[in-house]
Each structure stands twice: as C-alpha cells, then as structure tokens.
C-alpha cells in the first residue's frame, strides 16, 4: 500500500532480490496507490516493470525489476484492494503512505476518528483510507477463514510497528458492536504489526531522469525511479504467516528496532528536514546545494552531535559519529536532486517527530536546544512567509489560521507554538525554547532578502 518511488527502489528491490539469492518464486506484490492513480496507469501497460537507476558513487547498472505482478488505484477500486488483502494468498501488507496517510493524531498517537474519510469508512461505504482498506480487508479474512496475516509499516514514524496496530484497532473499535468483538478478538489471534527502519534516498523522478533512462536502457520507462546507491532496511521478525528471506538481500533482523528508528529520525530525517527550511529560506532549489552551504552543514552536524546523539540510545551496531558524517556525505548527492521543497512538504506531520523530540530531549538534560530551534524556526518561517495555497502541508488551512496578518518574529512564533496538533502545551511554555525561536527567526527574516538571511546566519553558526 503506497506505490510510490520509495516503495519501487526499496520494497521491491530488496523482496527481489531475496528471491533471486534463494530462488524462492512463491513472493509477488500487488501494488496499491493511494492519493493518485498515476503510477498504476505507468505500470499496467509495463506489466509491472519497472527500471531503478542508482546515482552517485559507487551505482550500479540500471536494473529493470519484476516483484510487482499487479498495480491498483486504491481510490478508483477499493473493493478491490479489500479482495486482495482479504485473499488467502495475501501474507503481508506493507505500508509507505508517509506520515499524513495513517490518519492519526500525533499528540496521542490514535486514530484521528474525526477525520471526514475515516468517519465515512467506518460508517461502511467503500473504504478510501488506508487503515479503513485494512480492516475491511481483515474482516473479510475472518469471515472467510483465510488464514493469518502481518501488517507491516515502512514509514518514518517512531514504533510503526505499534502505531499500526494501535490505529487498526481504533477503526475496529469504532465499528457497530456487532462487527467489533469479533473482529478485534481476531486481529489478536491472527494479525501481528513487526516494526522497522528504512532507509534510502529515492527522490521523485524528473523527465530528465526519465531521459537518462531511456538512453540506458534503450526503451522509454514511465514508472522509471532513481536512487542513491545505499539502502536499509531493519525489521522486528514477528510475521504471522510466513515472508521471503530479505535477509538474504541484506535487510537486518533486529530486536531493538526502536534504537534504530530513533536514530533514523532524529539524525537523518532531522537533518533533511533542517536543511529543507533553511534551504528554501536561502532560495537553495534541492537538498544538496543545501547541504553545500558551510553555515547549514555546520548547524546540522552540531545538532547531531550536540543534541541529537546525548539524547538517544544507539543499537550496538552503529557509530555515532561515523553515521553523522555518512549522512552529510549522502545529502551531498548532487545526482539525486532531492529537492527542498519535496522534503520540507507536510511539515506539520514531520517537525514533531524529527525535531521536537531533540528539543525536549536537550531541554530534559539541562541544556540549550539551540540548533534544533534553528530547524523548528525556520519551519515557522516557511509557513508563515508562504501562501496557503502554496504551503504543501495536510494542515495548511489551519496553520495559516493560527497566524495573525502581520507576521514577524513575535507574532509568527507564539502563534506557531500554540498550534496544539504540533507543538504541546508544555513545551510551547518553555521560555528559554520560546526565546530561542525568536532569536534565530529574527536573524532568518533579517530584512527579508536571501543574501541578508545567508550573512546573518552564517555568522551566527560560526559564531555559535
């Protein structure tokens, strides 16, 4: 569920390449998008074909690969995708719908039953969100005696695993009483929700990406992606009805899954989103000229350093500092394009779980959180300084609601930090957190010209 460029260059490649080292052919995916059909109206003709180009150091050849054996629009065929889920064949569901598709409430991490597509799936039309199509899906299992399932969660969000399980649960709970005993009673027997931590960098393909393609392989892929060389994947083993050996394609089977998320999110995804804000405040057009700027890639490695890392926990497999560098080193990919805009969208759902953790963390150990203020104000500037119809944000009405007219450092930041589905009541009362934002949203609104906002800050970072 969710067939975008992530899933075809992570997903598919490593459920391939686990057939291709055991020779175990039983595996296919039946792709299903969510908010657009485009990607099922380039794969249907294609037979689920599809090209991924790596880019940068140490790429590969261009390979075509094969693991998808049907595509489904899931907003032009629900019923159709409840079939397939509630299929004896079907063993697991994977999910990359990004943060904004689990329809939850990020405050209290539960389903979000005000949610006008939740309500009209719970009230039994044909379901158009993906946990309403999950459910529906499981209860024809129950009914039908298809056998156990797994559920598994491949997004960007702390303990997917039980999250997943958690909003599941809510939408069964909030069905006729008649539906929901023994739908929840079996969703305990049969259903499990492994977490995991994925990673790599697969930006949205450009008509010049899906050129290159073409002179590569010699024939025109509409569903083509590119990616980075590197790829991850760290997955809790709690399958209900068997999976292929992705081991075998260099995915890691860990226990302590959580340190690995946490590592990902608030080193990583942080620092993506950092350099996202302050790169479109500075007219920096993708990620890697972002990066390129001394003053950003500076802030950023101090807020790994100095804020990030004191306040997790590591798997014991990972190094720190190495990783933070390894980060940096792959933001740089001048080949990928990754633009700032495309990561620094739906940051309402994002700078939570990517940078307020840092600052709680920072703040709970007795210390500044100066740099990850620095990401949260120049998220507050990128709201405030664009127009609502042009703020790529599923809250974007509200946000703006929040601001006054006049927007400057004193009006943008409280009331950003009063925006409750974000920032909580607790941590928008810490004045030291308060006088940071102020501080840096001045220097990053300084006169309002980009050469202005570079010198200012610039000179603040190598001040700091």
């Known amino acids: 569920m969710g067939l975008g460029a992530f899933a075809r260059a992570h997903t598919a490649v490593f459920t391939e390449d686990a057939m291709l080292a055991t020779g175990d ?17 380039q794969l249907a003709p294609q037979d689920g074909l599809f090209t991924v180009a790596e880019r940068g150091e140490g790429a590969a050849p261009a390979r075509v690969v094969a693991s998808i054996v049907e595509t489904i629009s899931g907003r032009d065929n629900p019923e159709l995708v409840v079939e397939r889920i509630g299929a004896a064949a079907t063993k697991i569901i994977t999910l990359t719908i990004t943060e904004k598709g689990y329809r939850f409430d990020p405050q209290t991490r539960t389903l979000d039953l005000a949610d006008p597509e939740i309500q009209a799936d719970v009230a039994g039309g044909a379901p158009r969100t993906a946990v309403g199509q999950i459910v529906r899906g499981l209860q024809q299992r129950a009914r039908t005696g298809a056998g156990a399932i797994t559920v598994l969660s491949c997004d960007n969000l702390p303990a997917n695993g039980e999250l997943t ?54 024939l025109r892929d509409e569903a083509a992606v590119v990616a980075e060389p590197f790829k991850q994947w760290v997955i809790e083993d709690d399958f209900a009805a068997g999976r292929p050996r992705w081991e075998d394609a260099d995915a890691l089977f860990s226990t302590d899954v959580a340190a690995w998320e946490s590592a990902k999110l608030r080193l990583l995804n942080a620092s993506h989103s950092m350099l996202a804000y302050l790169g479109l405040a500075a007219g920096k057009a993708t990620i890697s000229d972002a990066v390129g700027v001394e003053a950003f890639r500076t802030a950023c490695r101090r807020m790994m ?52 953790t840092t600052v709680r963390g920072t703040l709970d150990a007795g210390r500044e959180p100066k740099w990850a203020a620095l990401a949260v104000a120049a998220w507050m500037h990128h709201v405030a300084t664009t127009p609502e119809t042009g703020l790529s944000d599923p809250l974007a009405k509200e946000l703006q609601a929040a601001l006054p007219g006049t927007r400057t450092a004193e009006t943008v930041v409280p009331g950003l930090l009063g925006f409750r589905a974000v920032v909580d009541p607790h941590l928008a009362g810490d004045e030291g957190f308060r006088n940071l934002l102020l501080r840096w949203y001045r220097i990053i609104d300084n006169n309002g010209t980009i050469d202005n906002r570079l010198t200012g800050l610039g000179n603040e970072v190598n001040h700091g």
């Open 165 to 218: 399980s958690t909003l599941v649960r809510d939408f069964a709970g909030a069905l006729p009483a008649g539906e929901r005993e023994d739908l929840l009673a079996w969703i305990d027997s049969n259903a499990t929700f492994p977490s995991t931590m994925v990673d790599r960098m697969v930006p949205a393909p450009t008509e010049g990406d899906l050129t290159a393609v073409e002179h590569e392989l010699g």
């Open 305 to 356: 350093l100095e804020e990030a890392l004191p306040s997790i926990t590591l798997p014991a497999e990972l190094d720190g500092h190495q990783y933070c560098e390894e980060v940096l080193r792959r933001f740089a990919n001048p080949a990928l394009g990754h633009t700032t805009a495309k990561v620094g969208s739906d940051g309402s759902q994002k700078v939570g779980l990517r940078l307020l």
């Open 25 to 41: 052919q039983q595996w296919g995916i039946v792709g299903v998008t969510q908010r657009s059909d485009t990607v099922a109206r």
